[in-house]
């Protein structure tokens, strides 16, 4: 499968933007897809994943309650809602995928063997 994402840009504190991550290839349900970030000087950190097939979700602390991870298999796109943003979220977002990530190895970006090439998300003060 490849990936590739996009919707970043320049917002401002207690803003909105809506990341996407389109997919190419088949059985894309099957996938797990996974956002995961990476600010500068900083490692990459998980943010949120969707399950293939069930669709479970989960999601990093900081960002419960403001960011929204959905998908639209039809599409083959996975969506990360990101409200209220703050400086602090800041950072290159990153989408990956796998079809077989175990779940207790979800937030770790070595389970994942396809990536998409980055979209920058800057939030300012």
């Known amino acids: 499968v490849q990936l590739q994402a996009y919707g970043g840009g320049l917002v401002q504190a207690g803003g909105s933007l809506r990341l996407s991550c389109a997919a190419s290839?088949?059985?894309?349900?099957?996938?797990?897809i996974t956002w995961f970030r990476q600010a500068p000087g900083k490692e990459r950190e998980f943010v949120a994943t969707?399950?293939?097939?069930?669709?479970?979700?989960l999601y990093t602390g900081s960002v419960k309650g403001r960011f929204t991870i959905s998908r639209e298999n039809v599409e083959k796109t996975v969506y990360l809602q990101m409200n209220n943003l703050k400086s602090e979220d800041t950072a290159v977002y990153y989408c990956?995928?796998?079809?077989?990530?175990?779940?207790?190895?979800?937030?770790?970006?070595?389970?994942?063997?396809?990536w998409g090439q980055g979209t920058l998300v800057t939030v300012s003060s």
């Open positions: 969707i399950r293939g097939g069930s669709g479970t979700t």
């Open positions: 290839g088949r059985a894309f349900n099957t996938y797990t």
């Open positions: 990956a995928a796998s079809r077989t990530v175990i779940l207790s190895a979800l937030s770790s970006a070595t389970s994942y063997n396809y």
